[in-house]
């Protein structure tokens, strides 16, 4: 009877596994399949064909050049501000914190679409200032291309450095000042060794994201003939000649170097970060600031805002609002239009806007009751199989998307007989849920591992059977994390770029197929009228979500 | 309600926790399991309320049996009816102080007056005017009241505390000794306590268990827990001890420094002396052994002196 019973333990278990199976790893394996098997044999010397063509091999290496050009830019972005931001009497201020994160979390295709915007030829720029006629040659070039991922990049270096700097405790830098070391010293010999593991991860971590990020390159990259992985695997996949072969191949060595280095970040967590957070509270000295540097960091922090968001943002907005964009910045010239049009000209806006709006609830939605479920049945299994469960629910976060997105075109094509989702909305909710479960896994981890045992444990003793304990302990108390996990599945679905401009059905537009579509070949003015509800409405959801979360402390 | 254990036997992996304990508590007592940590005494309250699971033995409420290895007896910790005030208090962060007292009653559908009742036991303990507050607005000591209002509500036949004065300061530990003990007298309900603290067990207790590796090495009052400690370990942990020989050993307060006619002479050198406020504290040597022992005048280091003792406050273990 007991065997009885711990098989149908096991059940949920084994369900919610073939399912992540089927909708995560299938599409992967179908990707190393198809860069393999060239009709139906397996020929590895295509592999290298692919990759030894001239093209393919310059490419890989723009991609990796421009992944460390980013980790240096947004170091020397971050490094500074982080220090600045942790040990100085900048830490008050703490609605930095919120400031610093805008750049992170404006879509990188708007932003560099407003850098395009502001630094072309005749643009905003020279509009203002005819005198810098001519600087678009220097923007338009890779140095360009890596200041604008830098600045979307560096605020998750800023608070990676800003958090660890916090949390190495002054007694530390204190006692090495007792026994005689010196303000260099002591950065040299205490400050910067204690720091080295987060920022080899920081950079390791910046670096991934760069080169599997599309929407920058796909938008400014393309301006300057840039290719990288992301938009070469989108080429194969979209442009004719099209070559799925080409594209997996490309996609599997991407796949390759990203685990590459979440292996070393894993190798560097466990040797040489150290554990300096203990239980009595860590108290942060500060270092005094003469007059001469508080003004040098005020300047500091206002330039880089400036570049990070007052630009992107301030060519977004005044292009939708210009009237006619041959006559500039004047007086005069400004409209509503644009976002009248948006809504009346054709259907086009709105039925972007009602897509992304239902994949985002729908895919939000999913996610919180699957990701939910699967923790649940991660933290309920004793076995190793938990560990594997959770680490398949966690592979599409460290996958490039774009990469997981082709696997799902693959996959989905092959089963079409069985199962014909392909080139429906269906399959856009499908892959929005794979992409994006790792964030209700996280939260609701997170979540539960705040509920101490005995909260449990108390309910047991006070006669609550294990239903009514779920309904009335555990699942109150890891609400907050399913409504965090939806709100942010929610945010970055409703503006996903990739997933939509490769596995959209025919003539369906989201609102970032739109405002890519309407920059490149429409109207740009509606283009970025869409660009600014699109931020507008995020921000505003995000906002409502802190707030929320905030009076849930009390 | 009478609790038995018989044969309680557990063990982690290699490890056994608990080695063959057979206890039993009397209806209506303060009964007080006592040892440093990992004796195994948590793990034995936790047994009780039915949060472990021994690995053989059976428990016994009364006569009804509510776990055997034997005859595959194990009464899940919701059926069993006991009160628990956790060591962290355990209160549900989400609920109000009258959620939390509320929720035992709730969960077996016991909700006549239940507003009347939970105000009852809010009264009890104090705290009736913050019956809508959150557990986080609330001081260490409410908190703890809280928890065990929500003990006291259901009316168990037994409450079984874990170590639940640990988490306040030392000040509010005294206060909240006294005010729990009067409680639990004052409702006649069994109750089974979980301490390290040897003055909290020996104040509050009817008996005490002292528990060493797994074993109970000696379970009486604590007079004689005091007086005629078992075991070298009961000696030692329980009370300070002077030890004359490897198995020969005097509670300090004992000895005199004034000869009396039937004791016996013991010659000692002052080490060091500390000063407590009211008396002094000397450290001596006695052959290889340290020695403490107090009194109201300072002793010089180096002095020598002597130390006179009766026979029958000699205890052999």
Partial sequence: MKEKTAIKKQVPMIVLSALLIFLIVCPLLTIFAKAVMTDGRFQLGVVWQTLCESQNAKMIGNSLLLGVLVVIVSSVIALPLAYLFSRTKFAKYRFFDIVFMIPFMTPPYIASMGWILFMQKNGLLQQLFPATAGCENYFFTLGGLVLVMSLHVFPFMLTMMKNAMLNIPSSLEESAAVFGAGFGARLKKVFMPLLTGNYAIGALLVFVKTIAEYGTPATLGKRIGFDVFTTEIHRYATVAPIDFGKSATLASVLVGICLMMWMLQNYITNRHTYNLVSGKGTRVAQTKMNKLATVIAWIYIAVVLLLAIGVPYFSVISTSLIKLRGYGLQAGNFTFQHYIDLFTANAKGLNAMKNSFFLAVSSASICAVLGTLIVIAIRNAKSKFGKVLEAISLLPEMIPSIVLIIGIMLFWNQIYNVLPLYNTLGIMILAYVVLFLPYTIQYVTSAFTQISNSLVAAGQVFGGSSTYIFRRITLPLIMKGVMTGWMMTFIIAFRELVTASLIAPPNTLVISTYIVREFEQGSVSVGMAMAVLCVLFTTTALLILNRAIDKQKG | ?317
């Fill in chain 2, 1 to 317: 309600m009478q609790i038995r254990l018989t044969n309680i036997t557990k063990s982690f992996g290699e490890k056994n926790v608990i080695d063959d304990v057979s206890l039993s508590i009397d209806s209506g007592s303060f009964t007080t399991l006592l040892g440093a940590s990992g004796c195994g005494k948590t793990t034995l309250l936790r047994m009780i309320a039915g949060l472990e699971t021994p690995d053989t033995g059976e428990i016994w409420f009364g006569d009804k049996c509510i776990f055997s290895s034997e005859k595959k007896i194990n009464i899940p910790p919701e059926m069993r009816g006991l009160g628990f005030v956790f060591q962290d208090f355990a209160l549900w962060p989400h609920m109000t102080v009258f959620e939390n007292v509320a929720f035992g009653l709730r969960a077996a559908n016991n909700t006549e007056n239940l507003e009347s009742k939970v105000m009852e036991a809010l009264r009890a303990v104090q705290l009736k005017d913050f019956a809508k507050r959150y557990p986080h607005q609330l001081s260490g000591g409410q908190q703890q009241r809280v928890a065990f209002a929500r003990a006291i509500v259901i009316e168990p036949e037994c409450i079984l505390f874990d170590e639940p004065l640990s988490a306040l300061d030392a000040l509010l530990r005294e206060e909240m000794r006294t005010e729990l003990k009067e409680l639990m007298s004052k409702l006649k309900i069994t109750a089974v306590f979980v301490t390290h603290d040897q003055t909290e067990a020996m104040s509050m207790s009817d008996k005490i268990a002292v528990m060493h590796a797994g074993v109970v090495d000696q379970y009486e009052e604590p007079e004689e827990v005091y007086a005629h400690p078992s075991t070298e370990f009961v000696a030692k942990f329980v009370g300070s001890s002077n030890w004359i020989d490897e198995h020969q050993m005097f509670r300090p307060e004992k000895a005199s420094l004034t000869p009396s006619s039937d004791g016996k002479k013991f010659d000692v050198e002052v080490l060091s002396t500390q000063f407590l406020g009211n008396a002094y504290e000397g450290k001596m040597k006695y052959k290889d052994q340290i020695w403490s022992y107090v009194t109201s005048s300072k002793m010089k280091t180096g002095e020598k002196v002597s130390l006179y003792l009766n026979e029958k406050d000699i205890v052999r273990v």
